[in-house]
């Protein structure tokens, strides 16, 4: 199909220009369905011995609301947080506090309601 840009002074076709945003919001959603829920902080192997006692993970979030955010220790046992708080629609943020850890190794999960999220593995609390 073609249509006359009287601006241009020529005929452009649409359907190349069509094909192109078609592809670029299909890889944008196939992108963006992969990091609903992520994890800015701890990272994978970090060191949070100074904030052990008061930790306060956060992340971002996008397109839907938070769904599970959990720290397991190094024997799987689940610490649940005692607050959290996410917002997709405006902020584009989560965050969760975490009651005193006792040092170990711990594993950080979060997802959103639909369980696409992220896993930081590693997590030091030293003595």
């Given at each position: 199909?073609?249509?006359?840009?009287?601006?241009?002074?020529?005929?452009?076709?649409?359907?190349?220009?069509?094909?192109?945003?078609?592809?670029?919001?299909?890889?944008?959603?196939?992108?963006?369905?992969?990091?609903?829920?992520?994890?800015?902080?701890?990272?994978?192997?970090?060191?949070?011995?100074?904030?052990?006692?008061?930790?306060?993970?956060?992340?971002?979030?996008?397109?839907?609301?938070?769904?599970?955010?959990?720290?397991?220790?190094?024997?799987?046992?689940?610490?649940?947080?005692?607050?959290?708080?996410?917002?997709?629609?405006?902020?584009g943020?989560?965050?969760?506090?975490?009651p005193?850890?006792?040092?170990?190794?711990?594993?950080?999960?979060?997802?959103?309601?639909?369980?696409?999220?992220?896993?930081?593995?590693?997590?030091?609390?030293?003595p």
């Amino acid at each position: 199909m073609a249509i006359k840009f009287p601006w241009l002074g020529t005929r452009r076709t649409i359907s190349l220009g069509l094909t192109i945003v078609a592809f670029g919001l299909a890889v944008f959603t196939a992108i963006d369905a992969n990091a609903d829920a992520t994890i800015g902080y701890p990272q994978k192997d970090e060191d949070i011995t100074s904030e052990a006692s008061n930790l306060v993970a956060t992340g971002d979030l996008l397109d839907a609301p938070i769904g599970t955010v959990v720290l397991y220790d190094a024997d799987g046992n689940p610490i649940w947080p005692t607050y959290v708080f996410g917002d997709f629609e405006y902020l584009g943020y989560w965050f969760a506090y975490f009651p005193p850890l006792p040092p170990g190794v711990y594993v950080l999960h979060v997802e959103d309601i639909y369980g696409i999220g992220e896993t930081a593995r590693g997590i030091y609390v030293g003595p």
